[in-house]
Structures are given as C-alpha cells and as structure tokens.
C-alpha cells in the first residue's frame, strides 16, 4: 500500500504563475482533505473532496484557488496568478469514511513563491 | 467556528523527563485525534478518542477525553530523544460538519539528550 502520494514534493514558483498540486488517496480511500500549513502554525482545513465533488471549500479563498478530484487521476489542488502569502506546506489527507477515522496524510508540497 | 487551543506552544525537556500538552476547544466535541509531525515531515495520526473520560494508552504515551469532551491531553513519560516533534489535537465537531477536523496550533517537543 503505497500511502498518500503528493508530487511534487517541493515547488518553486514566480510570482503571477501558477501552481498546480497533485494527491493520489489511498487505495479504498474515496475522501480528500487538503491542508495548508504555515511555518510554526497548525494545519488549517481548506476543502473536503469525494470523486467528483467538491463537500465543504469553506476554507479554501474565493479567488484563485480551485480544486478538484476527477472520476479518474489524483485530486489538483490550483492555485492560479501565485503571491508570495502563497508560500506554505500544502498536505492533503485521506480516509475511507467521514466521522470515523483518522487521516492519512501525504509528504505535503512545500510551495515557495519567489 | 470552532476553536481548538493548545497549549505550551513550545516545550524543551531533559531526556527521561515527561511531558504534557493540552488542547481546549471551544465546543463539544464528538471525537478528538493526536498526530504527531516531525521537523520536516507530515502529521502521523497516534490516536482517536470517543467517549466521554475516556483513557488511552499507547507505550509511554496517555491521551484523554474530558468528561465535557471539550478538552484532552497528551501524556508523554520519560521522553527520549525519538520523541521530538510537534504534537497536534484536532478535534471533529458535531453535527453537519463532523466530518471536519480542525487543528490545534501544536507543541514543539524538543528533548536534549
């Protein structure tokens, strides 16, 4: 079982560009949650994501962000025209079933915005 | 929304000493979990606590549920240096939006050897 997979690992990206992050759940695992995690703060909810649906982006900015978790492929978390504000660790997480486990977190993509 | 506290921000022991972090949050809660994330890595889920006063205990480490489910607390006796990390609460509220965990700042955990 190869775990959550997120790629790439580590983003560089200039200012006015865009970022795009990738996260394959777990095998069996249909939900997706992304976090996003600034230096020495706690790991703050931005969207919850079944196959195909988006649940709850309510921590998720109105502009420039999207996300999405395809019939097929990884769930993308985009974010579009990047600012510097923009630079944090971004982890998604999976579980098979809401209300009733933990999270299994992936390796996270540590976006710099340069 | 809801709030979930934790508290020390940061905590630096001697090896062998213990160690506790708390976290309060600011309704009741259904469940509380703990993850642990080392410098560098990602959050590893430890454990999920359900029931009211509820107790658990994994080796040197001993979580508990208060009995409101409002709060819970991380136990760690004689730290050893693979202990080192930040410490995560995150708790699930109630109703509609119980599938979402919201995350306490953490503890910093450093141990001198």
């Known amino acids: 079982n190869a775990g959550v997979m997120q790629n790439p690992r580590h983003l560089v990206r200039r200012r006015g560009q865009e970022a795009r992050l990738r996260c394959s759940p777990m095998?069996?695992?249909?939900?997706v949650y992304w976090y996003r995690q600034l230096p020495e703060e706690g790991l703050k909810f931005m969207v919850y994501l079944q196959k195909e649906n988006i649940i709850d982006e309510s921590g998720m900015p109105k502009e420039r962000f999207s996300a999405e978790f395809p019939k097929e492929g990884p769930s993308i978390l985009r974010i579009q025209q990047v600012v510097r504000g923009d630079s944090a660790a971004y982890f998604c997480?999976?579980?098979?079933?809401?209300?009733?486990?933990?999270?299994?977190f992936g390796s996270g993509t540590r976006l710099t915005v340069v | 929304g809801q709030q979930v506290m934790q508290i020390p921000q940061y905590q630096h022991v001697q090896e062998g000493e213990d160690f506790t972090t708390y976290c309060n949050s600011s309704t009741t809660l259904s469940n509380i979990q703990w993850y642990k994330q080392r410098p560098g890595g990602h959050p590893v889920f430890l454990i999920q606590?359900?029931?009211?006063?509820e107790v658990k205990k994994q080796k040197r480490l001993t979580f508990q549920f208060g009995e409101a489910k409002k709060n819970s607390s991380l136990h760690i006796t004689a730290t050893q240096t693979t202990d080192v990390g930040t410490y995560f609460c995150a708790g699930r509220g109630s109703g509609g939006s119980n599938y979402k965990l919201t995350f306490g700042k953490g503890t910093l955990l450093t141990v001198n050897p």
């Open positions: 095998k069996g695992h249909s939900h």
């Open positions: 606590l359900v029931k009211s006063g």
């Open positions: 997480a999976s579980s098979p079933a809401t209300g009733l486990d933990g999270y299994t």
